[in-house]
Structures are given as C-alpha cells and as structure tokens.
C-alpha cells in the first residue's frame, strides 16, 4: 500500500514537472511572438475589383472566403476574385456559410443566400417573401449566423430565425445594436437597456449588465468554460462569468478605449483579436499580455477594421474600410517591415548586447532589444550610428566584438559608436582561420587582410596578403590550410601562404577546363567542416590527388531542387541553412541518409533577400534573424506550425464551352452528367486551390479517355481540351504545394454527345433508308437480271465468233512458226555460208601470202634470184588476187543476208564512215580475229589494231567499252 503510493506520489511529481517545463517553454515562445509582427497579405482594391469596404467575411464549405463587400457578395478561391451583385445592388452587410453549400447574405431590407443550382451556376434566393408583411425588414442586416438547421438574421429591428421555410420574428422594447453567437449562446444589446440572451426565440435579461455602460457592446467571444469575453466600444472589455462582469486586464484597455473597439475573434483557442474604428487590430493571449499590434504602420492597409473572422487554419481574415487582409497568426515567421523606407536594402542583420543592428545599402542601423517586452516590434526605433553612412557589407560577432564591414574600410562596433579597425575598402567577409584562430582573415575589394589581436584585447588589422589582389567575396580555408577564394567571373583560387600569413607562396587558378561547370559564380561553402563549391549545376567537390572537381552525386541526389543552393549557413546542431536563389530551405542532417527538408514555412520569404548576399544569424538555438530587402525577419523553431491539417482538395471553377465565343456551362466541379453537344466539343476548365498562405501551388491535370497519363505540373489555372470525339470523359486535377505536399485529384465527369449522324434517330433514319435501298435494289436487281440474261445470250454469241477467230489465229500462227523456222534455217545456212565464203577468202589470202614469201626465196640454177621484173610480175598477180573486189562483193553479199540492213544502220548513225571502215565493222561483227581481218584487208596485223583504234574515234565509244560488243549490239 505504502508502495502504491509512493509510486503514484513519483508519477504526480513527474506530472507536474513536465507540466512546468512545458508552461516554461510555452511563456518563453509567447514572449517571442513579439519580436515581430506577424506577415500580412495585403488584397487591394485594384486586386479584387470591388468596392472599398468590405462588412464581413466567412469561409464556404468548399473553402472559398466569401466577403459582404459594398459592391455585393465578392469570393476569392485562392486564384482569382468574382463579384456577385445583389438583385438591386444592395450593400452586403453580412454573410454566413451554413456548411452545406449555401452563403447567406443580408443588405438593406433584403435577406436571402446564394448557392449553385443543378446546373451548376451561382444563383441568388430571396427570403424576404418569407417574412409576414408588418416584420419585413426595412433596414440593413448585420449579422447572419448559421446552425444546424436554423439562420439567424438580425437587424436593428427585429431577430429573423429561418427554420424549416419558414421565418419567425423576435422584436425587442428598443432596437437591438448587434447579435452575437459565442459557442452554442446568442447575446444580444437592446439599446437603453442592457444585455440579453436569446433563448428558445425570446430574450433574457442579463443581470449587472448595465455595468458595461453605454458606449455599446460590440464583440463576444467565449473565453473558459462558462465565461466570456465582452468587448464594448468605449469601456474596454469585461469578463462574464454567468453573473457578473467584471473588467479584465489586459494589456491593451487604454488603447481599446481610446481607439474604439469595433469587433472581435477567437484565435486558435488562446488568442483574441479586436478590431478598432481608429487604430487597426490588437492581439492578446488569456493573461490579457499584448502579444501583436496591428496597423497601418506594420502593414494593414486601413487602421478602420469592420470585421474580424478566423478560418479553419487560423488565418485572421481583417475585413477593412479599404481592402481585405490576411494575417498569418500562429507563423513561426514573424516580421518587420521598413514602411517608411528609413534604412533602406538589408545586407546583414545581427543582435549582439541588447541591441539589434540593420547593415544597409546606407549605413549602420540600430536599436534597442528587448524580447521579452510586451510588443516589443512595435516599440523598435532604428537610428543611423554617427559616420556610418554608406554600404554595409557584413557584420559577425568574434570573440564578443562585432566587426563591421563597410565600403570604407572595418569597424569595430561599440554599442552606438563605430571605432574604425582598417582603411581597405569594401570589407565583404571575415572569419577565424581554421589553422590559427587567433588570425582574422578578411575578404576585400583588393584582396585579402589579416586582423590580430592588439594589447587591449581589440581586433585590430594587421597587413594585407601580398601576392593576390583579386576581388574576394568569398574566403574559405580548408583542412590542409590553404586558402581558397571565389571570383564573380574567373572561377576559383587556392592560395598557399606563408607562415606569418603575410604573402602568397603558391597560388592556382581553377575554371571549367578542370572539372568546374563554368567560370562564373562558383561559390564556397562549408558543410561539417568540408569544402563544397555550389554552382546552377549542384554542388561540387575538390580532389587533392587529381587536381579536379567533381559533382558531389551523394549529397545532389539527397538535395534535389536545392543542390542547385550558392549559400550553406550553419544553424543549430546538424541543421544548415540552405540558399537557393533567394529561396530558402532548413535542412535536418541528423539522419544524412535521408535529410529532412522543410522548405514550406519558408516559401513566403522567396524573393525577398538580397540575392548573393544572403544573411542569417542566430540569436539563440531556437531564434534565428533572416535579413530582407526592406527589413528583417524572426524565425522561431519552437512556434510549431498547426499539425494535422487537410489540404482542401482542388476546386474547378468554371466549366466553358469554347466553341465559337467561350459561354459558362457550370460554375462549380459538382454538376452532374454535363452533355456537351458534339458540334460544341472543345472545353476550357478554370481551377484553383483554396489555400492562402503564402506557398508556390502548381497543378497537374489528366482527362480520362483522352490523356495518357498526368500532364507536367505547372503554375496554369486554365487548360482547354478542343476537338474531342464522342464518348464519356473524366476530368481530373490535382495541386502540390511548395514542391512537395500534393492534394487528392479532384474529378469532374463529361460526356460528349456523338455527331447528329451518330445518333439513334440518324441509325433508325438509316434502317429505314436502308430498308427502302433493299427494295429498290430488288427492283433493279430484276430488271438487272433480264438484262444480263440478254447481255449473257449475246455474250455467248460474241464467244462462239471468239473462238472461231481464235482457231483461225491459231491456225495462222502454226504457219507463221513453220515459216520463221524456215527462215531460222535459212539464216543459219547463210550464217554458215557467209562464215565459210570468209573461210575461204582467209585461207585464200594465206596461202598467196605464202606462196609470195616463197617466191622471194627461189633461185636459178646457179644460185641467184630470180629477176626482179619476173617477181613484181608474179607479185602483182598475187597482190591482184589477195585483193580482189569480187572478194569483197561475194563477203558482202552473204554478210547482208545475215545481217539485214546493218551497213545502212551504220551510215545513219555515222556517216563519217569510210567503205574500209564498214568492211572492219562486218569483220568484226563475225568475230574475227585481227590475225584473219590483216589477212582480208590484205594489211599487218599492227594496220588493223590502227585501223581499230580510228574506228573507236570515230564511233565515239567510251574508253572502256569493247569494240567488238558495241558492234555486235547495233
């Protein structure tokens, strides 16, 4: 027993231990909530085209924000705004979104609510009609709320409860001031009398409510179980426990009273925002503490706040006299803005001994710090430091003094005086050696500056580095000591020094031809104490060994978008900081397997710091001061963000035929068996996300039954689809937020009708048509048939002639056979005798060649020769004989036997051919020899080869055609 209740005595202990440290970490992270103000969107009139005022604000089931604007009823669904006017143009004074698809509305004496119709337009309802005639309003409606199955409508006159169809009316002694709903109770003012609750349709005194005086009650807000929060015009606000109201303290209560409550609105349970008519909003935590104060001074644009409404992510929507705006109220984030332009560009920004300094394009900029001071953004007052007009390159806390470097030269800085450490110009970066800690090494205009330690214990400049007078805007020294500077245009340089760090002993320069992706702006970063150098293509690595760079795949591939970063800043423990051209990341080493990237509570700073220049120091490990273009910013790592929220899922707008001009065919995604005619087959579809922090949201979209798959993701809100064919389609859509979370594919389903051709009337016109085909077709399929039958007979007729000709044809084709082989045989004896008569004159020919040879070798009796005169006798006779025309005459005859007309075909086609150059064509074409040609030409067998070659000349033949085919061939 003793033992049980020791052990239940340690639990409470340990209970109310973590109790406190939570409390404890809860009261130091609502004292930094007022280190800034929270971010402000700002929707001007210029924006959502409309008028100025705007009355009241809700969210619609969809979650689209509805506001009573002075114009009618204006929504905004993240993307794009849409006025709705009222039938007769009235003012919307109030609006409530009952959850269910319907936005009530109310104006001068006019009530009624806005919904999409089946066919999917956004139409108006009246319910004026409703009312019994004597009650029917004849004043503006100021509150609309919305429960189950009631509405409630009040004006200054009467209470309007529609339930059902039908309207009840409750009426007051006086008129009302305004309703409200606070939880499940409704409280209402009767002027001249006091504070009622509205119960079952009638009204019930609150007693000790006349202490809330006269100036009127204007907010109720539920404030603990059983009590609430009432805020009065001029008396402040009070606190209702069931019985009494007592006043409450806050921080805040002079200045409600003085600047005139004009509503209010619950936050997230622990916070409570009221609106004034003169100076903007105020927001109290429930000790009454002043966390923020809202005006046009931090970024309203009115300081005349007419409503005040809270959505499901706790965005505070500001219904202004002049525009709408949008606080993000539980942001880690928080903000301070230059509105007056006082300090200009911020390059660098740090807080160092209760003070917080600006480094600017014009000068040195500071002011007190006090975070744990109510308000303490609002009571920041910035001051120029006395001679430090000019630009401000860096400022870094070493060994508790901040150093500050400027165009004109370093300085130490000393509360809000400058004390002037070195002359060189345009101080960009300074940092310990890694090797020596006792060295300050600087990066500057001209080159690189050393700093030690004076006998003071000062930071005092030392020389410059002799050897290397290149601009160095970022210095990095690695493990083995050198020193490695970046150049904007000429890559990188790895510097060797000397001992006393006074000269450049080695110095190389690194460009694309060694490993780098290109010369310009390649710069260095370190990562757990090693060397990375980032370019546009990721992040790269120096190998000693090689002398090359490489592209650092492990961490690139972890990295994806962001390997693409020129800026590694370290932040607590394993976390760094990464800049990607103006967009900022915070990534979690922890596990280095897989980092944890959080790039989304940050998208709202994209764009805004000063690119290349990025700063961000650490004011502590959990508060860290992010430098902007025209101030600063306050990250606080113990603000979570909400948890656990839904996206909403993509809306489709508008759906439009765009055939000929575009025509709206359904305002919303939730129409049902839309039929597009298929003459109207091209479609435009307008989607949007109703997300309104501020985040980078693309879409991707995919039509069933015509796409492939999901299209690329994209910033467009639009796509149109034209030319589609019959059939059922589905639209689908869906958005990723910040590159990374993607919501539900909203669908939208389609049909496109088939073409009037297609349809069941044409296919029954067709069965008809086809049935009166048929019976015409057997009409003239008889009548078809007689005339066949006719064509056949005499067909039969013609066929019968046919083949009487054909055996006539056939019959003088045999005679034509048997004479061409007649013919045939002919020829081939002429060939033979034209061959054999050749023969003969060849054999002639040679045996008188030889018997001339003879002839020169015979001799008398005595020796001698025969007398020449004897032998030119017998030699001419063999000459005579050797060539003989007759010869000739008889070759040529048999030749034109064989070869019909051939000598006439070769004096047309060349006339410049000689009777002895036709005679070699014939010998040819018998394929002769030249040995045989010499010997019927009665010449050498060199003379023919001569003789060959005129004749080539003469018939113009190619060098490598032969002269006996080419003969043959004619």
Known sequence: MVLSLVKREGKFRLIVSLLSIFLALAVKAEGNRSLGYPYIQNYTKLIYQAGNQNWSVTRGADGVMYYGNSNGLLAFDGNS????????????????????????????????????????????????????????????????????????????????????????????????????????????????????????????????????GRSGVLSVLPFSEGRYLVGTAKEGVFLYDGNDFVPWENEANGYLKAFQLNNGARINKNYYAFGTILNGVVILDKSGKLVHKLNKSSGLQNNTVLNLYTDTTQNLWVGLDNGIDRVEVNSPLYFYFDKAGTFGTVYSSIVHGGKIYLGTNQGLFYSDWNPGKSNAAQNLNFRMIEHSQGQVWELAVLDGELLCGHNEGTFRVEGSELVKVSDIKGGWTIKKLRTDPSVLIQGTYTGLAVYRKDRSGHWAFAHKVEGFSEPSRNVEQDHTGNIWVSHAYKGLFKLSLSQDVRKVVAAKSFDASDGLPGDHKVNISQLFNRLLFSSDSGFYLYDELSSRFSPYTELNSKLGDLAASNRIIPASGKKHWFINHGKVALVDFEK??????????FSILDGRMVQEYESISKISDSIYLISIDDGFVVYNTELKPQMGLVLPPVLIREVADITERPELLSGTGQQEGLELPFEHNNIRFTYALPYYKQASVQFQYFLEGYSKGWSAWGAATQKEFTNLSQGEYGFKVRARINGETITEATLYQFTVLPPWYATWWAFAGYAVLGLGLLWVG???????????????????????????????????????????????????????????????????????????????????AEGNRLPEKQLKKIQKIITEGMSSQNDWELFEKSFNETNANYFKKLKEGYPELT????????????????????????????????????LRKKLNMEHDKNLVEFVMEI
């Open 81 to 212: 705004w849409q006025l709705y006017p009222m039938p007769h143009k009235e003012i919307v004074r109030a609006v409530a979104a009952d959850g269910k698809g319907r936005v009530y509305v109310g104006g001068f004496g006019e009530m009624g609510y806005w919904s999409y119709g089946k066919d999917g337009l956004f139409r108006y309802t009246s319910l004026v009609n409703l009312v019994p005639e004597q009650y029917r309003p004849k004043d503006e409606i100021w509150k609309i709320y919305t429960e189950k199955d009631k509405v409630y409508f009040q004006s200054f006159g009467s209470i309007f409860i529609y339930q059902n169809g039908k309207i009840r009316v409750v009426r007051a002694e006086q008129p009302y001031l305004f309703l409200f709903r606070a939880g499940e109770r409704y409280f209402a003012e009767v002027l001249s009398k006091g504070l009622y609750e509205l119960k079952n349709d009638s009204l019930h005194f609150l007693k000790n409510s006349q202490k809330l």
């Open 778 to 860: 057997r009409l003239l399929y008889n009548k078809k048939l007689q005339r066949d039958h006719q064509r056949i007979e005499e067909q039969m007729e013609k066929e019968k002639q046919e083949q009487l000709r054909q055996e006539a044809m056939l019959h003088e084709q045999k005679l034509v056979k048997l004479r061409n082989e007649q013919l045939k045989s002919e020829l081939s004896s002429k060939s033979r005798e034209l061959a054999s008569t050749a023969l003969n004159i060849v054999n002639k020919n040679e045996m008188l060649q030889n018997i001339s040879h003879e002839l020169n070798k015979l001799q008398d």
């Open 915 to 950: 009777p002895n150059d036709l005679k070699l064509c014939a010998y040819l074409r018998m394929n002769m020899c030249s040995k045989e040609i010499a010997s019927l030409l009665n010449i050498t067998v060199r003379g023919v080869e001569l003789r060959r070659y005129r």
């Open 592 to 601: 280095p397997q897989a980092p944890r990237i959080n790039t989304n509570q």
